[in-house]
């Protein structure tokens, strides 16, 4: 079974910065591809940043103000975040998708962390 802990969220003001970072644990023989989602109040949830390949890829809404990074193990990643903004707000979700031999592939989600800018 993988757990996926996410940490980091806070409450900050229009312009301030957060980090967060996703752990997945689980076995050491298994492939992790991490990912960050999330969802405000009221809305479905929406995709943030992931790798492809080494490529970092981004939700057009947060281009050029967050930047996904990994850790040294690959089931691990972080998500800072610059020059939030209000519509940032919301719960942020981290998925591990897991490989595994002989060819099992499953997400896992985390719990969420809360991420609340002020105007």
């Known amino acids: 079974q993988v757990q996926v802990v996410e940490s980091g969220g806070d409450s900050v003001q229009a312009g301030g910065s957060l980090k967060l970072s996703c752990a997945a644990s689980?076995?050491?023989?298994?492939?992790?591809?991490m990912s960050w989602y999330r969802q405000a109040p009221g809305k479905e949830r929406e995709f943030v940043s992931q790798?492809?390949?080494?490529?970092?890829r981004y939700a057009d809404s947060v281009k050029g103000r967050f930047t996904i990074t990994q850790g040294i193990a690959e089931n691990t990643v972080y998500l800072q975040m610059n020059s939030l903004k209000p519509e940032d707000t919301g719960m942020y979700y981290c998925?591990?998708?897991?490989?595994?031999?002989?060819?099992?592939?499953?997400?896992?989600w985390g719990q969420g962390t809360q991420v609340t800018v002020s105007s």
């Open positions: 790798f492809e390949g080494r490529t970092p």
């Open positions: 689980g076995s050491a023989q298994c492939s992790y591809a």
């Open positions: 998925k591990a998708t897991v490989l595994c031999l002989p060819l099992t592939v499953r997400d896992y």
